[in-house]
């Protein structure tokens, strides 16, 4: 009876959790919307004058070339060139040492940009659309397009661009292009580029591949005639930037490597060629991006020709990424891409309000039709319509499509939150039994910060608030518990000291960023490392092991990177996954061992001064009077969230630690390296929920929080901080509950459901010779 009761209970609580996360999926479908995809392609023969003309013929498609001896295009992508890496700063030049120290590695080191600006080159602050990463901004600079903010889950999977785009028209006028560089660009157009030398583009370690492989081609093309536009990516900048940061040794050795290829093409450059340099992305100060601060969105656009093609009277000084693709097209005799929105840059167009008529039209053309096929922008499309002038067409275009991809399904985010409220009432209803009396006071507390998402300065202070959260319940129970105060108090410190270890986030006034700059925390960590492995309670010869090689690799990874061949610690690692691997399997020792193998484990994929607060939560938990005790739950689910913070995250995309995902490996791998990331990312979930008696309460808990989110994102989605604060912050709330869902929840049920069908098979197989007296099935024990 006891045993269906028990299955019963728990059949209730999956039932519960399955409407959670059907609630959880329903409402990312309404939050997280992306706009479609036309299939149409511009062509010549949609505008007059020239409907019969061709790019070949050297006349334009649409409106004339405006520089007729300008046939072809040589466009150089330098991956994360952020703006700063390529103004001149006479100031720099004149005190070097009156500037911040930073700067020395990566200002005024691509002086060609500075000494051929005048009459024949330009430069210009150019503007990326969020999300910066490099598939997404690929294919603005391409399109002309908006990416939405869900198109950077594929920036991992290159699929097949099908929408019109430059290569597309190239190719469709009989035109070649070729190319040389990240490979990312084969999977985004198989069929577009005539001649391709692609290089592997995920391994952030190779510094020099990529480039070296751009340059043994690029002049050897450059000087044929078989091409119309030639395109070299570069990859150097961004991999110094994620295997290091931008202010690194090695930064500025690259920029010179760059300086040297871009004299060499000025140069060589054939006359009846434009030179166009930009970068995709820029980069923040830890050598990140994907997000939207100034540092990772602003980025150079650089414009040389022997010929000067470049207007006296009219400057910009910033433009929109986007705006490469129409100036591209009308300087080649291209059509326009359909789904263009970018404007003209006007330097390059003697004949400015014929260029933006043609853009213009292009652009309404554009809009009346994705009008015909999908709904989003018909309301905005009359008003459009009655502005006559081009350039304010354009932009108001522009901010209405920006606007409108924003835009939600209403009736889908509230039925999404009714699930999961639903799933949320059945999941409390089955733990009454369970929480009771004072740990229903303590789950009540947990559960009330729930309110912080109303707010972007409490999310922005989420660090801190669950910090404080922690140490007040502890401080409660150390009152409470005179035997384990001790214990409570070195708890205490010990999260106080990790609690130093921050991550910064753009809009936390007067935070400084200890994670990535403090060699002190470094050195704590490996004592840590060390003290936890070697002399703490359940540590074994396998754990000693496992601890003086962690030392050894994270001494060759932070103290002497760029010094020691690869070899080693690819292979240090791979010798650590193993032994853990071998360790487990062996060990006897009891819970303790087996749960200071998993620390050494993630302790693999996180740097030592981030394994501070996983060792903090460690103590924190086993210094608690007794695994059952009332605020078990609770402490867990604050330690969840603070180990998050500490180790070196925060509720932004750009936190994310990829480059883990080459730990132990040469290159990416599409299966190890997500599996890296996650560990680094979410991996301190697995001890903290396998430490406490009613993982089904961490789960109530991380449902409150999800609808908390859920509410206020949706509450807020016109909100200014919409992509920047709530839509990260309920991305997390989803990742923590699928984790800690998975972790307590679905896997044990599975796995008991196996075992449960493989001793009913057992029990059928003997029933014929059960002795009498004895019952004849397992449910009846």
């Known amino acids: 009876m006891l045993h269906r009761i028990l299955r019963a209970s728990a059949t209730i609580r999956v039932a519960a959790l399955v409407a959670v996360l059907a609630g959880l999926a329903c409402f990312r479908l309404g939050f997280l919307l992306t706009r479609t995809t036309l299939p149409d392609k511009s062509a010549c023969a949609d505008f007059a004058p020239f409907p019969n003309a061709s790019f070949v013929d050297g006349t334009g498609c649409w409106a004339p070339r405006p520089h007729a001896p300008i046939r072809r295009a040589v466009v150089v992508i330098i991956d994360a060139l952020r703006y700063d890496f390529a103004a001149w700063d006479p100031q720099f030049e ?99 580029l005539a001649h391709a030398w692609p290089f592997p583009s995920f391994d952030v370690w190779d510094l020099d591949t990529v480039d070296n492989g751009v340059v043994t081609h690029i002049y050897d093309e450059l000087a044929k005639d078989n091409w119309h536009v030639l395109v070299g990516h570069f990859l150097g900048v961004d991999h110094v930037g994620h295997r290091y940061k931008p202010a ?56 040389f020709s022997k010929t000067n093609i470049f207007s006296s009277s009219t400057v910009a ?142 999310i922005l202070y989420e660090d801190a608030l669950f910090f404080y959260l922690l140490q007040s319940a502890l401080v409660v129970a150390a009152v409470r518990a005179p035997a384990h105060r001790a214990a409570l108090m070195v708890a205490m410190i010990a999260n106080m000291a990790a609690f130093q270890i921050t991550v910064c986030r753009e809009e936390q006034i007067g935070c400084r960023n200890t994670f990535h700059t403090t060699a002190v925390g470094t050195w704590v960590g490996f004592a840590a490392l060390i003290a936890k492995t070697w002399w703490s309670t359940g540590a074994t010869w396998r754990t000693r092991i496992l601890g003086a090689l962690l030392v050894a690799y994270w ?129 301190h979930v697995i001890p903290l929920v396998a430490a406490v008696p009613s993982p089904w309460a961490l789960v109530a808990l991380e449902t409150v929080h999800l609808i908390g989110s859920s509410a206020m994102a949706m509450h807020l989605r016109r909100h200014l901080m919409v992509w920047k604060v709530f839509a990260p912050r309920w991305m997390l709330s989803g990742l923590l509950l699928v984790t800690v869902a998975g972790v307590a929840v679905v896997l044990p049920s599975l796995l008991m459901a196996v075992s449960d069908v493989v001793l009913d098979r057992v029990l059928e197989v003997l029933a014929p010779h059960t002795p009498p007296g004895r019952p004849e099935s397992f449910h009846e024990c």
């Open 94 to 192: 004149a005190r070097p040492d009156a500037v911040t120290p930073d700067w020395h590695f990566y200002r005024n080191k691509l002086p060609v940009l500075h000494n051929a600006t005048n009459g024949h080159a330009r430069l210009f602050r150019c503007r990326a659309d969020p999300p910066t990463t490099t598939l997404q901004r690929l294919k603005a600079m391409t399109t002309g397009s908006l990416p939405t903010f869900i198109d950077m889950s594929s920036n991992f999977g290159s699929d097949e661009i099908a929408e019109d785009s430059i290569p597309y028209q190239v190719h469709a006028a009989g035109a070649n292009l070729t190319f040389m560089g990240d490979d990312t660009w084969m999977g985004l157009f198989p069929r577009y």
């Open 248 to 303: 690194h040794p090695t930064m500025p050795v690259k920029l010179r490597q760059l300086n040297g290829v871009l004299v060499k093409l000025t140069e060589e450059l054939p006359d009846d060629t434009v030179l166009i340099v930009l970068g995709d992305h820029g980069m923040d100060a830890k050598g990140d991006h994907g997000g939207d601060s100034v540092e990772e969105t602003d980025t150079a656009l650089w414009m």
């Open 317 to 458: 000084d910033t433009v929109n990424q986007i705006d490469v693709v129409p100036t591209l097209s009308l300087l080649l005799g291209l059509p326009i891409p359909m789904e263009n929105l970018g404007s003209i840059i006007p330097d390059v167009f003697p004949d400015l309000h014929a260029a933006r008529t043609v853009n213009a039209r292009q652009i309404r053309r554009y809009i009346d039709r994705y009008s015909e096929i999908a709904p989003d922008l018909r309301e905005h499309v009359p008003r459009l319509r009655k502005i006559a002038d081009p350039l304010e067409f354009m932009k108001a275009t522009l901010e209405a499509c920006r606007s409108v991809w924003a835009q939600f399904h209403t009736p889908g985010m509230v039925a999404g939150i009714a699930l999961m409220l639903l799933g949320l009432i059945v999941l409390i209803a089955s733990l009454r039994s369970e929480i009771r009396g004072e740990a229903a006071k303590w789950t009540a507390v947990a559960a009330a910060p729930a309110i912080i998402y109303a707010a972007n300065s409490f």
């Open 555 to 683: 001494l060759v990874e932070e103290e002497f990177a760029g010094t020691i061949d690869r070899v080693w610690p690819v292979w240090i690692a791979r010798m650590h996954v193993a032994l853990v691997s071998v360790f487990s399997i062996m060990h006897r020792r009891g819970q303790r061992e087996g749960t200071l193998l998993l620390y050494c484990l993630l302790a693999q994929f996180h740097r030592p001064v981030g394994m501070l607060a996983l060792w903090a939560a460690d103590m924190t938990l086993t210094a608690l009077p007794a695994p059952a005790h009332p605020m078990s739950h609770v402490a867990a689910h604050c330690l969840i969230r603070f180990a998050y913070f500490a180790s070196g995250h925060q509720a932004t995309l750009s936190s994310i630690h990829w480059s883990v995902g080459h730990t132990g490996m040469y290159t990416t791998n599409f299966v190890l390296s997500p599996i890296a990331v996650a560990l680094n990312t979410v991996g």
